[in-house]
């Protein structure tokens, strides 16, 4: 079992960037794939980004395709999500996932365990 924490979340303007942080408990982060996940109030959780357990293959929704960036470091066993050039449509809560097994997959439902959420704001 792995525990998951989220930080870096905050308010920021449009614009301006964040990178958040997903730190993960237990000896076994590398046998994860690890994504990023955000709901926006009113709406349903969505897919923001995945890496595979070595960081070869990774995968981003088309929203945030060329302004997110995900990264992990195994030794820390943290994730990272670096957010530029964000817009108020980026403002959402933050989960941090992680899933046993291979597939960068975008499918919520495939992710074991999952972080309490950082809040990011994005003001116009």
């Known amino acids: 079992q792995v525990q998951l924490v989220e930080s870096g979340g905050g308010l920021v303007q449009a614009g301006g960037s964040l990178r958040l942080s997903c730190a993960a408990s237990g000896r076994t982060f590398s046998r994860y794939t690890m994504g990023w996940f955000r709901q926006a109030p009113g709406k349903e959780r969505e897919f923001v980004s995945a890496?595979?357990?070595?960081?070869?293959?990774?995968n981003y929704a088309d929203s945030v395709k060329g302004r997110f960036t995900i990264s992990r470091d195994n030794v820390k066993n943290t994730q990272y999500l670096q957010m530029n050039s964000l817009e108020p449509q980026d403002t959402a809560v933050y989960y941090c996932?992680?899933?046993?097994?291979?597939?960068?997959?975008?499918?919520?439902?495939?992710?074991?365990?999952w972080g309490q959420g950082t809040q990011v704001t994005v003001s116009s």
């Open positions: 996932a992680a899933k046993v097994g291979l597939g960068v997959l975008r499918n919520a439902l495939s992710y074991d365990y």
């Open positions: 890496i595979s357990w070595n960081g070869d293959s990774t």
